[in-house]
């Protein structure tokens, strides 16, 4: 039972924050007042990486308005906490966060409270999807030399972690493949790359980032790349549904805002993001990171978040980590 | 090895531009402070340092870390010296005979000499990293599941040699590293294991705070209940003109030969990825142990005790340098740290990073010679400095040693949950110290713990099952080999050691 004072504390918390977000539209003024950024990882990682990016450019153009932008690390939890804090702000149209793949993990595998329901979608800015890499000197030239190699071998597949993104891949293409083989998670991607340089393995799925190097160098060869459309950083390799498996999967790295923020502040926010997109900085960060720079706005992010947490949720029951 | 020296000016035309010397002293100074505080070791410095780095050249930037990482590794060991308590996991096998030196009023000859072991160890490191980067970067990467497995099985067993008189207190005590270890989710099948359905534990437990509230707290609280802040305090007086404030001729006439094999063990433990500093000065101090004609006298005040691990661990950091830039794989926790910096600045580590980026990676290597010029330089002459840590009354060096492990526990996460783990740590650390288990083994075996169940079950998925993963593969073999022998010779020697007694 809540008290009567702490009812009432929810209570003025909701009007306000039905006044702040009404107000501040009415006036035709958003952004009136400082906008804080929340970052639900620690300083050094991809989601912080990807939000300072965008809050640099957001300054540096001067597209939120002159008003101030904090940025604050809420890690903890694989992303529980900081994820938690926004959710918590419900109308709020003055915090923000970043998503990455925990944004639909971590719900999807502990009770946290809070999932991708819980905000609003503003855009998908980046795609962080999966190569599918063997060694240059091994057998498999192509995509079609791995199949047909594991419909009469047991062939072994690696990717980091046990129950995240690699994993998914792995799954949706012994799907879409029809063929059966060994994953073996690995603890980390430096001793993932290990495992199939010293031909412990014969493919991996990693991110493009970890293993462009060697691709470049010509150690390793990328024989699908697991976005709907060809990544805009490596145009040359083919992505699953290209060479006929109707599969694809990626992480969201994009914007949301806590839930139920008003339409108006939500176009404000793809109209503005829009323009960070076309900035020289902005792709600078795609190109450094390996990430894909094809876009989804709005809307169509929400059904975009659904549709991967279905994946998600599919492949994790099935290999039986959730029940 | 003409390719090498031009190599090398290009590098120091990069690093001794004013500039990045100005952030290379910045950067070792900071490291120094840094690694005296307990359990920030050189990961945590650079984590809370990278910040600083934005808006830096890349290089002037992976110089002003590169700087905190060696001077974290020079700071760490002083407090190892002085109050037994290492900064970091690397400098465990340091407190064993550096501490007791301490004590028996010979800080001042630990500390100079752990410097030169430093430099030394710093110094052949990057020697070795200049002549065998693209040779040692292929044997990295030969390295399968089966092979850390194996390595770390060494490391593991040669935990044996640190864990003292009482063996079975030793085995208990890593158990329990190994039990910490096993919290969060389990790499290999997804599941959680003893979260309690608590989001921050999914994380696991982290080595930070554990490792800080054992040795930090445990070790407070210790002194404290034997009356440590009410004795009156024999003041320690070291100067330069005193004469036992130098090493005399006899510690560094017997450290000789030491000083080479140190180095060698620390680089090359430091070159294989994931074991690094912590294994590289744990396998130099046994090693050493071994062959030493006096066993006995080790853990009770040996300089060879404390040059093993020393120029190991230094040269192991550097050794960890090469997988980072020439695979992208980082050796250790402050190189991944480091690794993330570098994507970070846009760099790509690869195979190709030393071709694409030539002045950074040579300026980065050449920072290194002349960082290791400045620590020992700042280190020795500041050591009358650090000394008098011992002459402040240990009644105010309490409450400023607790709030430096919480503030640091707190720090690299933003934490409330890995505080309280440091305040349970520390309470179970003073009970370790009071029943004679050793903290040192349960640190280490949370570190190692996790990586040695992944590659196992990992080198047994690849095998379906079967051992043979184990002997089939080259390296393996040679690793099994290697560890059948020190286990059937320590075998021999016990059963003769035990006829000849009966």
Same mark, same amino acid.
């Given at each position: ?127 962080d999807a999966m190569f599918l890499v063997v060694r240059t000197d091994s057998n498999f030239k192509?995509l079609?030399?791995l ?9 072994k597949i690696g990717g980091t ?5 690699e994993?998914?891949v ?14 073996v998670?690995s603890?980390d991607d430096a001793g993932l790359i290990t495992s199939l340089t010293s031909k412990s393995l014969d493919a991996i799925v990693a991110n493009p980032s970890e293993v462009s190097g060697q691709v470049a160098a010509g150690n390793f060869r990328a024989l699908g790349y697991s976005?709907?459309?060809?990544s805009?950083v490596f145009?040359d390799v ?49 190109t450094t990171k390996g990430l ?32 | ?59 002037? *930037?992976?110089?002003? %870390? ?8 020079? @700071? =760490? #060991? $002083?407090?190892? +010296? /002085? !109050? ?22 010979? *800080?001042?000859?630990? %500390? ?8 030394? @160890? =710093? #110094? $052949?490191?990057? +020697? /070795? !990293?200049?002549?065998?980067t693209p040779m040692l970067a292929k044997f990295a990467s030969s390295f399968g599941p ?10 593991? %067993? ?113 070159v294989?990825p994931g ?46 340098m090469v997988p980072l830039i020439s695979l992208g794989i980082p050796g250790?926790?402050?190189t991944a740290?480091?690794l993330g910096?570098l994507m970070?600045?846009g760099m790509q580590p690869g195979p190709m990073l030393i071709y694409d980026q030539?002045?950074?990676v ?141």
């Amino acid at each position: 039972m809540l008290t009567f004072a702490k009812k009432s504390l929810l209570f003025g918390g909701m009007i306000s924050a039905m006044l702040l977000s009404t107000q501040a539209i009415a006036d035709g003024k958003y952004p009136s007042k400082p906008l804080d950024y929340t970052i639900a990882f620690g300083p050094g990682g991809g989601n912080d990486l990807m939000s300072r990016t965008l809050v640099k450019i957001l300054n540096k153009y001067d597209l939120f308005g002159g008003q101030n932008i904090r940025v604050e690390n809420r890690a903890g939890g694989s992303g529980a906490i900081g994820f938690n804090y926004v959710a918590q702000q419900k109308g709020n149209p003055y915090h923000a966060t970043s998503t990455s793949g925990n944004f639909l993990g971590t719900p999807i595998v502990s009770n946290t409270g809070w999932t991708y329901k819980d905000f609003t979608p503003i855009a998908l800015l980046a795609q962080d999807a999966m190569f599918l890499v063997v060694r240059t000197d091994s057998n498999f030239k192509t995509l079609e030399d791995l199949i047909s190699y594991a419909k009469s071998n047991n062939l072994k597949i690696g990717g980091t972690g046990a129950a995240g993104p690699e994993r998914v891949v792995a799954g949706l293409l012994s799907k879409a493949a029809g063929i059966e083989f060994t994953y073996v998670p690995s603890q980390d991607d430096a001793g993932l790359i290990t495992s199939l340089t010293s031909k412990s393995l014969d493919a991996i799925v990693a991110n493009p980032s970890e293993v462009s190097g060697q691709v470049a160098a010509g150690n390793f060869r990328a024989l699908g790349y697991s976005e709907k459309k060809r990544s805009t950083v490596f145009p040359d390799v083919p992505t699953f549904a290209e060479q006929g498996l109707d599969f694809d999967f990626s992480l969201p790295r994009g914007v949301v805002l806590p839930g139920e923020v008003s339409d108006e502040v939500r176009d404000w926010w793809v109209a503005t993001l829009k323009k960070v997109v076309e900035t020289p900085e902005w792709n600078d960060y795609l190109t450094t990171k390996g990430l894909s720079g094809n876009t989804i706005w709005g809307e169509d992010f929400g059904v975009f978040l659904e549709t991967k947490d279905k994946d998600f949720r599919g492949i994790l029951t099935e290999i039986g980590v959730i029940k | 090895m003409g390719d090498i020296a031009s190599n090398l000016m290009l590098g120091l035309s990069v690093a001794l531009t004013s500039y990045n010397l100005i952030f290379l002293i910045v950067g070792v100074v900071v490291g120094m402070i840094v690694g005296l505080f307990p359990g920030f070791g050189p990961a945590a410095g650079i984590a809370i340092l990278i910040p600083m780095t934005f808006g830096l050249e890349p290089a002037t *930037a992976i110089i002003l %870390l590169a700087g905190i990482y060696y001077g974290a590794m020079y @700071g =760490g #060991t $002083i407090t190892s +010296i /002085l !109050i037994n308590t290492p900064g970091e996991s690397a400098t465990v096998a340091s407190t064993l005979d550096g501490y007791p030196m301490a004590r028996a009023g010979r *800080a001042g000859p630990a %500390l100079v000499m752990q410097a030169v072991a430093s430099f030394i @160890g =710093g #110094t $052949i490191g990057v +020697i /070795l !990293i200049c002549a065998f980067t693209p040779m040692l970067a292929k044997f990295a990467s030969s390295f399968g599941p089966s092979e850390y497995f194996l390595i770390v099985v060494l490391g593991l %067993l040669l935990l044996t040699t640190m864990m003292g008189d009482n063996l079975v207190n030793g085995v208990i005590s890593a158990l329990i590293g190994f039990a910490i270890a096993t919290v969060g989710v389990d790499a290999i099948s997804g599941a959680q294991r003893f979260t309690f359905g608590s989001p921050e534990l999914i994380g696991g437990i982290y080595f930070v705070p554990v490792a800080i509230g054992l040795f930090g707290i445990g070790e407070l609280l210790y002194c404290i209940y034997t009356g440590l802040h009410v004795k009156e305090q024999t003041r320690m007086k070291i100067s330069f003109r005193s004469k036992s404030f130098w090493p005399t001729k006899v510690d560094f006439v017997n450290s000789k030969i030491t000083f080479f094999r140190g180095s060698l063990i620390g680089f090359i433990a430091g070159v294989l990825p994931g074991s690094g500093a912590t294994i590289g000065s744990i396998l130099a101090y046994s090693v050493e142990k071994k062959v030493a004609k006096n066993p006995e006298d080790f853990g009770k005040g040996e300089m060879r005790g404390l040059v093993a691990p020393e120029t190991a661990n230094n040269a192991a950091s550097a050794g960890a340098m090469v997988p980072l830039i020439s695979l992208g794989i980082p050796g250790s926790g402050a190189t991944a740290v480091l690794l993330g910096a570098l994507m970070m600045w846009g760099m790509q580590p690869g195979p190709m990073l030393i071709y694409d980026q030539p002045e950074f990676v040579w300026g980065l290597i050449a920072s290194m010679y002349l960082g290791n010029v400045m620590l020992v330089l700042i280190c020795i002459l500041a050591i009358p400095l650090f000394v008098k840590f011992l002459d402040v009354p240990y009644r105010l060096v309490v409450p400023v040693i607790v709030i430096l492990c919480m503030v640091g526990s707190y720090a690299l996460h933003s934490s409330m949950i890995e505080t309280w783990m440091l305040i349970v740590a520390g309470v179970i650390g003073f009970g370790m110290k009071l029943c004679k288990y050793s903290p040192a083994a349960t640190v280490l075996a949370l570190v190692l713990g996790s990586i040695a169940e992944n590659t196992f079950l990992q080198s047994l998925i690849i095998s379906d099952g079967s051992l043979s993963i184990f002997v089939e593969r080259p390296i393996s073999l040679v690793l099994t080999l290697a560890l059948a022998a020190i286990v059937l010779t320590t075998a021999l020697l016990k059963f003769r050691k035990f006829m000849s007694a009966s």
